[in-house]
């Protein structure tokens, strides 16, 4: 039983090998932008596949069109340990070199220390170059004169002209008569409110006054007689 469990798990182990192998023999290395005679400027992105079944690391280098010394630069991060199926390889300053021509080289190497090598030529570099203007496609004009329009008639309408009235003059407003002054009622002591009132308890008065110096005659008769009766009396009285 043991024995039958250890060839299944080799049998599986090799198939998966194979199978990673078979995944990278297609992808051993290829830079799929930018393409050749491209015209690059800034960071440029190199996008392609960096892979070995036996993978040890792979170089991007650039160098300029024509290279007779066969001299290259190393692209800012190389080299790269990690393999790449499809995807980002590195990213290309191009603002540090002159305008110009160059060639990408990638190098993938395995862990013998051979190498498989791909190219990537006539790249332009045109940082100092201005972007290119979209020129305006061409109006077409129309062949043959141009028809002018009739001039439009004027149709004058003649409108009367009606006088305007002569405007009646305005009545001047009469002055405002001053107003009387406005008597002012004399208040009189005793609650006396008019001249009849006045003259009703002016008799009244009068009348108070001269029963009252009657009644004082009539008081003084009275108490004369009496004293005169009283002394009488008295002299009778002293002469018996």
Same mark, same amino acid.
């Given at each position: 039983?043991?024995?039958?469990?250890?060839?299944?798990?080799?049998?599986?182990?090799?198939?998966?090998?194979?199978?990673?192998?078979?995944?990278?023999?297609?992808?051993?290395?290829?830079?799929?932008?930018?393409?050749?005679?491209?015209?690059?400027?800034?960071?440029?992105?190199?996008?392609?596949?960096?892979?070995?079944?036996?993978?040890?690391?792979?170089?991007?280098?650039?160098?300029?069109?024509?290279?007779?010394?066969?001299?290259?630069?190393?692209?800012?991060?190389?080299?790269?340990? *990690? #393999?790449? /199926?499809?995807?980002?390889?590195? @990213?290309?300053?191009? $603002?540090?070199? =002159?305008? !110009? +021509?160059?060639?990408?080289?990638?190098?993938?190497?395995?862990?013998?220390?051979?190498?498989?090598?791909?190219?990537?030529?006539?790249?332009?570099?045109?940082?100092?170059?201005?972007?290119?203007?979209?020129?305006?496609?061409?109006?077409?004009?129309?062949?043959?004169?141009?028809?002018?329009?009739?001039?439009?008639?004027?149709?004058?309408?003649? *409108? #009367?002209? /009606?006088?305007?009235?002569?405007? @009646?003059?305005?009545? $001047?407003?009469? =002055?405002? !008569? +001053?107003?009387?002054?406005?008597?002012?009622?004399?208040?009189?002591?005793?609650?006396?409110?008019?001249?009849?009132?006045?003259?009703?308890?002016?008799?009244?008065?009068?009348?108070?006054?001269?029963?009252?110096?009657?009644?004082?005659?009539?008081?003084?008769?009275?108490?004369?007689?009496?004293?005169?009766?009283?002394?009488?009396?008295?002299?009778?009285?002293?002469?018996?």
């Amino acid at each position: 039983m043991r024995r039958t469990a250890a060839g299944f798990a080799l049998a599986a182990l090799l198939l998966v090998l194979s199978t990673f192998q078979g995944s990278f023999a297609g992808a051993a290395g290829a830079i799929t932008s930018p393409r050749d005679r491209a015209s690059v400027r800034g960071q440029v992105p190199i996008e392609g596949a960096a892979a070995d079944p036996s993978f040890q690391k792979y170089e991007i280098h650039y160098g300029p069109e024509p290279n007779p010394g066969d001299q290259w630069t190393p692209l800012q991060g190389s080299p790269f340990t *990690v #393999p790449v /199926v499809q995807g980002r390889l590195g @990213l290309w300053d191009t $603002t540090i070199i =002159p305008d !110009g +021509t160059y060639s990408l080289r990638l190098r993938t190497v395995r862990l013998d220390g051979n190498y498989d090598e791909f190219f990537v030529r006539g790249i332009q570099v045109v940082n100092a170059r201005p972007t290119d203007t979209p020129v305006p496609a061409a109006t077409r004009t129309p062949s043959g004169p141009t028809r002018t329009p009739a001039p439009t008639a004027t149709i004058l309408v003649a *409108v #009367p002209t /009606v006088a305007s009235p002569t405007p @009646l003059p305005t009545e $001047t407003p009469q =002055p405002t !008569g +001053t107003p009387e002054p406005t008597s002012v009622p004399v208040k009189l002591p005793f609650g006396i409110t008019g001249i009849g009132d006045a003259a009703i308890k002016g008799a009244q008065i009068v009348a108070a006054v001269f029963a009252g110096i009657g009644l004082l005659f009539a008081l003084r008769a009275l108490l004369t007689a009496l004293f005169r009766r009283l002394t009488g009396r008295d002299r009778d009285e002293l002469g018996a």
